[in-house]
């Protein structure tokens, strides 16, 4: 069974940071893309940055020149720095991975269970 668990989150003032993190485990062959999601009340789901096993980088609009995202692929990590935080960011930020299973041939997205980010303004 894969698990993805995120921390991190919490409440901070507009012009603040917070860094999530986000940890896989269980059985796992091999990991492609992980990327940070967030769904703020009433709105959908929207990615705000990726990054693939080699290290390339997506970002959404909104997270460029603010958000970094980076991961440790021997820990099977991934983060997301968020500096300079706007009320509008306030969301549940969740990871997802592009995970390939032990006993699979196929990568699959996990998600993890998601973690509030509230930014007061």
């Known amino acids: 069974q894969v698990q993805l668990v995120e921390s991190g989150g919490g409440l901070v003032q507009a012009g603040g940071s917070l860094r999530l993190s986000c940890a896989a485990s269980?059985?796992?062959?091999?990991?492609?893309?992980m990327g940070w999601y967030r769904q703020a009340p009433g709105k959908q789901r929207e990615l705000v940055a990726s990054i693939s096993s080699e290290g390339m980088t997506n970002y959404a609009d909104s997270a460029k020149g603010r958000f970094t995202i980076s991961r440790d692929n021997a820990k099977k990590m991934v983060d997301l720095q968020m500096n300079r935080l706007k009320p509008e960011d306030t969301a549940v930020y969740s990871c997802n991975a592009a995970v390939r299973a032990a006993g699979y041939w196929n990568h699959y997205a996990y998600w993890g269970q998601g973690t509030q980010v509230t930014v007061s303004s």
């Open positions: 269980g059985s796992i062959v091999s990991i492609n893309d």
